[in-house]
Each structure stands twice: as C-alpha cells, then as structure tokens.
C-alpha cells in the first residue's frame, strides 16, 4: 500500500477559497474561510500567502498556466500553423479557467495597488505559452512575442468575461482575428525589408534588436532590457 502525498497547501487553499469568490471576490472574507475549510490553521495560511487573497488569486492563476502547459504537452500539434498553435493554447488557457473567478480576479488586479501583480501574471501567461510551444527567441524578439501575445491575451479574456455566445465561439473568433492583425504587422515589416527604400532602416533596426538578450533568469519578469551581446543582464 502506498501513501497518498499531501496537497500542497497553497493548491488547498485555493481551491477552498473558490466558493467563496463568487460571492466575496478574492477577499478578507474569502481567505479566512478558505483557511477554515481547508483545515489549515489561520497563522499558518498568513505564513504561506503573506498577502492573503491576493496571494490565492496569484495561486489560482498560476495553476490555470500550469493546466494548460500540461494540455499542450498532451495535444498533438505537428500538423498545426504556428499561429492555430497559439491561439488553441490561449483557448486551453481560458478553459482552465472558472469565468467567475477570472471575473473577480479582474476587479483585484485593476487596482492600482495590484496592478504590477496583474500585468506580472498576463506576461507569466504569454511567457508559459511561448515556452511550451518551443519558442527559441534570443534578441528582441524574445520581448517583442511575448509583449505582443501579453496584449492579445488580455483583450481575449476581457471579450471572454463578457461572451454567451455557445461554447464562447464568439471569443475563438476573437481571438482569431487578433491573431490575424498580428500576423499583418509581420507581413508588413517584411514587406519593408524588401523594399530598397525601407531596407537600410529596417536593416539597423534589426542589428539594434539583435544586440538586445533575452534575460538569464525569468523570476522578475518581464526582464531587463539593456543586456547587449556579450554582457549580463542587469
């Protein structure tokens, strides 16, 4: 017989903490009766989310990434454009996702004070997707898609919160055609480096991009600009 391991109890008070949000939002209330209906001694809950609900909320989101890592690892995606990748890997984000909960969440980070945390998690979200989809950016680039994705995510979840369309086919076709006008601008600057009156300038643009590094360490996203070839991020 073997023992069963113990659920972290961070994910414990996370999801004891989800009954309560739809009626209290990531509150006081709300981590006070998640530590009490998960068992977990109130002292010792403050131990483990120092920031309280906001610390849950951070939690939840995080493990919403981790779901749809793990469905994309899952997923066979060989035959798939780069692009149908992206978007199925926001649509598996968003269906890892409780609509009430995100809708709450929402109100939290739109709060000056949590703001920073916010944008924080929207880019963790846009980095998470990037890296399992194999993304080998180096330079400017590495910033630029993740910067890019970050934003088309955001307006997604915004059109999702508000959708009742069947199966939210209307956020998939949002989301879509977002993808799309990002696809555009690519063509259009490729378009320009071909032109000999734009290649000179797209060119420098380019050798300035090129000397930009993606940061070492990843833990105080969104990393630091600044890094040229042959140096270390700051």
Known sequence: MTDTPEPDPIARLTSAALPHVAFDGWSEATFRAA?????????????LCPRGALDLACAYHRAGDDAMAARLRAA????????????????YRLEAADREAVRRGATLFALPSNAAEGARLIWGTA??????LGDTAEDLNWYTKRATLSGVYAATVLYWLGDESPGAEATWAFLDRRLAEVMGIAAAKARLREHPLTRPAMQFQ??????IRRPLRTDHLPGNLGAFRGGEPR
Do not use: H, N, P, Q
């Open 35 to 47: 530590a009490r209906d998960a068992g977990i001694d109130l002292a010792l809950a403050r131990a």
């Open 76 to 91: 066979e995606l060989g035959a798939m454009r780069f692009r149908d990748r992206v978007a199925l890997a926001v649509r």
């Open 127 to 132: 980095d998470r997707i990037w890296t399992e």
């Open 206 to 211: 380019d050798w300035i991009a090129s000397r």
